[in-house]
């Protein structure tokens, strides 16, 4: 590992990856100033990763065309700090993304901890949502109605019987949602454009995906993960009116969430 003078380092910018997504919408490629020769539905875009299902690379200054792992190497303690990187470190801890949702999101859950290691897999996933923009009538699904026992939701959701099944939560600009291990989420009506922080994995357990087609197939369902779901969670939402603000080198800013993972702050400027 190599000791980088941290003076030298300076904002580093990625170029985005584009994902096509069933229900995703056409804002992305603008949004980030990424050229598209098509007009398929891109759902998400990557922007800071260092996955196997995507690598971020440097699109400014002296480390452009750098992959964010190449970077690292080079980089570690001076973007990362000496106490979270050393020897024995291991995936780059974070992924953001930024999600178009045009069409409703999939019914679905991220594993936790204890759940990924029972089942052989490298982590859970906890993540977090910022509303940028969303329609008038977005609803997001936040958990299962809390009058259907774990039994009967199994065997609903198996069905394919949906109604009343969930949570239901309108959604506003500016709202900011922690996803938590174990939360069933999805979204249900309206355009929602949304900043996606989490843990550095892409592991989600699809359980109800509206019966539509994608390349002319219903896409795959993974209900043996069932047992992934944790009811016990109570979802919390929180909006501009309702943060703590604190100064951070004369700077207000608004705290968003703050985890074992990761914290999260938003200066309203």
């Avoid at 923009?133 to 997001?140: E, L, N, Y």
């Avoid at 109605?145 to 939560?169: A, C, H, P, W, Y």
């Amino acid at each position: 590992m190599n000791i980088v003078d941290r003076n030298s380092m300076y904002p580093i910018k990625f170029k985005p990856i584009l994902k096509k997504k069933v229900w995703g919408g056409n804002r992305l490629d603008s949004i980030l100033d990424v050229e598209s020769t098509d007009k398929c539905k891109y759902g998400e875009a990557w922007v800071v990763c260092a996955h196997d299902n995507g690598m971020a690379t440097v699109s400014n200054g002296s480390l452009s065309g750098k992959t964010l792992e190449e970077v690292l190497v080079e980089y570690g303690s001076a973007i990362l700090g000496d106490n979270n990187y050393g020897e024995g470190f291991g995936l780059f801890p974070l992924l953001i993304k930024f999600l178009d949702i045009k069409d409703k999101l999939s019914v679905q859950v991220h594993p936790s901890a204890e759940y990924a290691s029972n089942n052989n897999m490298v982590s859970g996933k906890f993540e977090s949502w910022y509303i940028l923009d969303a329609s008038d009538d977005a609803a997001i699904i936040l958990g299962k109605n809390n009058q259907i026992t774990d039994e009967d939701f199994g065997i609903k959701i198996r069905n394919k019987n949906i109604s009343n099944l969930f949570n239901i939560v309108d959604v506003k600009k500016g709202d900011f949602i922690d996803i938590n291990p174990g939360l069933l989420h999805g979204t249900i009506k309206g355009e929602i454009l949304l900043c996606e922080i989490q843990q550095n994995s892409d592991i989600t357990y699809r359980l109800y995906d509206f019966d539509r087609l994608y390349e002319g197939k219903k896409r795959d369902l993974h209900l043996s993960h069932l047992g992934a779901v944790d009811s016990s969670i109570i979802p919390y939402i929180s909006s501009e009116n309702n943060r703590l603000v604190e100064k951070v080198d004369n700077v207000s800013l608004e705290r968003l969430t703050s985890n074992s993972h990761y914290s999260v702050k938003f200066d309203p400027c």
